[in-house]
Each structure stands twice: as C-alpha cells, then as structure tokens.
C-alpha cells in the first residue's frame, strides 16, 4: 500500500511524505545434504550420538527466524519435538542428540517474520558398527576317535575326529551384549571367512 501526504510551504515548495510497505511472500529455503549412517559403537545402550547440518536461505528476518525440530524416531509416525537439539546462528545450524540404532526422521520448519514458513523432513540412520566380543573359554580337551578314512573298515594309524561346536567355546557367563540380536559362531580354518 502507498500513502502520499502533500503540504504547500510557504518557500514555494511543495514537501509530501510518501508510505510505502512491502511484503514478502517468499518461504525460507532450507537445505541439508545426504549424511552416511552414523555407527553405534555402544553395545549396552544400542546407540549413538547423530551430528546433523544444514542451512536456511531468508530474505525477510534471517536474524529472528524460528525453528522448530521434532524427531520421528523408527519411521513409525509420530514425531516428538526436540527441544535442546538445535545449535547454530543464521545460516547454519546443526541438529545433536543421541538416537538409537535403526531408521529415523527428522522434521524441520522455519518460519520467518512475515509468517512464511518451510518444511523439510531429514532422513537418517544409525548402524551397528561394533562386532560382539565373545571371551572363549581357554584349555578344552577332546578325545580323537578312531578314523578310516581310506575305507578299508580298520583305524587308519595316526588318524583321529571329534566332533565339537562352536558355541561349546564361548563362555557364557561373560558374554558381552550384543545390539543385532542373535550372534552366530562358527569354528573356521585360519584364513577362511
């Protein structure tokens, strides 16, 4: 809207005072990239610290923007927001917090002085990056049985088998925990998979 005030003065010249207000129409513009999955190297409590950047675009307020963070944690549909998550100053800010492992989003809006307003929603995941541990028990005895391995019905000399399982070595009572649930052992020659 415009607004023109004109005035005579007596010098002969005409001075007017003239109103002009402007709008600003235009949504801020969020922006992030593509993180790699964030590893959990906790094996009690099954998560991790997530670091999470991006930056915001405003031409009407960048100085007194709001933004609000909420979080869908599992991709399950209900977001919870995040209230001392946020850091930053225009116009970078990070999102911190500690999540557990699996699939995640988060949700970003920025609202500006003009009341416009963008969202973005911010796909992340955090992995199990740490193997289990197991403690194997130490000084096992086994007999050898008898073997032919030739087929000639008779113990070929100096040939011996048992049988014995993988789990028959690990210690149970000290086993760490594990976050990908279960664990599988397996006996394997040095050098094979």
Same mark, same amino acid.
């Given at each position: 809207d415009d607004y023109y005030s004109f005035e005579y003065d007596e010098t002969g010249?005409?001075?007017?005072?003239?109103?002009?207000?402007?709008?600003?129409?235009q949504a801020p513009v969020i922006s992030f990239g593509t993180a790699d999955p964030f590893c959990s190297l906790d094996s009690e409590d099954c998560d991790a610290t997530v670091t999470y950047g991006f930056t915001v675009a405003e031409d009407c307020t960048p100085d007194a923007l709001s933004i609000t963070?909420?979080?869908?944690?599992?991709?399950? =549909?209900? @977001?919870e927001v995040l209230t001392d998550a946020l850091s930053g100053a225009y116009p970078n800010y990070t999102i911190? =917090?500690? @999540?557990p492992i699996g699939d995640h989003t988060f949700e970003v809006v920025v609202e500006d002085g003009c009341g416009n307003s963008d969202l973005v929603t911010i796909p992340f995941t955090v992995e199990d990056c740490k193997a289990p541990a197991p403690i194997c028990l130490n000084g096992i005895a086994v007999e050898l049985m008898p073997v032919d391995l030739d087929g000639d019905n008779l113990p070929d000399p100096g040939q011996g088998m048992a049988e014995i399982w993988a789990s028959d070595y690990v210690n149970v009572a000290s086993q760490s925990p594990d976050c990908s649930e279960p664990i599988k052992y397996s006996i394997n020659r040095v050098g094979e998979p």
């Open positions: 010249y005409y001075q007017y005072t003239q109103i002009i207000k402007v709008y600003d129409d963070v909420a979080v869908d944690a599992f991709n399950n =549909g209900s @977001f911190e =917090g500690v @999540f």
